[in-house]
């Protein structure tokens, strides 16, 4: 059986999708290396209108799982399980591109999603099949909340996908309250990166 490693990035260019009250948003195109629990709460997501500080980036990155769970459920589709190796996969990448001022899929040394998540041992050899996917997205002011970025999400067609897609199993999340500065010209509020995946067993 061949492994499934065909890369598929769509273009990284930045979109805007919001620009209200000193609050903008923006996405990437989502990214795709084809063929990453909070459970989904019927009454709502607990500090899913939380904005992203220091402190409280675990309670995010639940909200934020609580909430994409919430619209996989919705559509008959199994939660994701949060995997640890692909959290700190997210979170490495939102640092980079926090710290390092870019907002790509691709990191300014050319490493892709696929190679960041081998660098964490999810992808643990290369006789393992795989089904990995990302989203990237970045606000400022009220936008940065867990709701406003996964609603930005699901009304992108390729980022929508990637959330509801029912072969990926496992999420991570990764969260910073640093938004690109040369994106955000000094404005408060958070970039995120969600990575997905599936081993595909041979």
Known sequence: MSRLRLVRLAAAAAVSIAACAGSSAALAA????????????????????????????????????????????????????????????AQAHTHSMAFGDYFEHVGPGGQTPAARMRDVGYISSSRVGYEVGENIAWATGRLATPREIVAAWMASPGHRANILDRRYRETGIGVSPHPPSSLAHGRGGAI???DFGVIVPR
């Open 30 to 89: 989502p990214g795709h290396d084809t063929r990453g629990h909070a459970a989904a709460q019927p009454g709502g997501c607990a500090h899913a209108g939380a904005t992203p500080t220091k402190h409280n980036l675990n309670l995010i990155r639940v909200a934020t799982l609580c909430l994409i769970n919430r619209e996989r459920v919705t559509r008959g589709e199994r939660p994701l399980r949060p995997n640890a190796r692909l959290r700190r996969a």
């Open 192 to 194: 995120y990166t969600q």
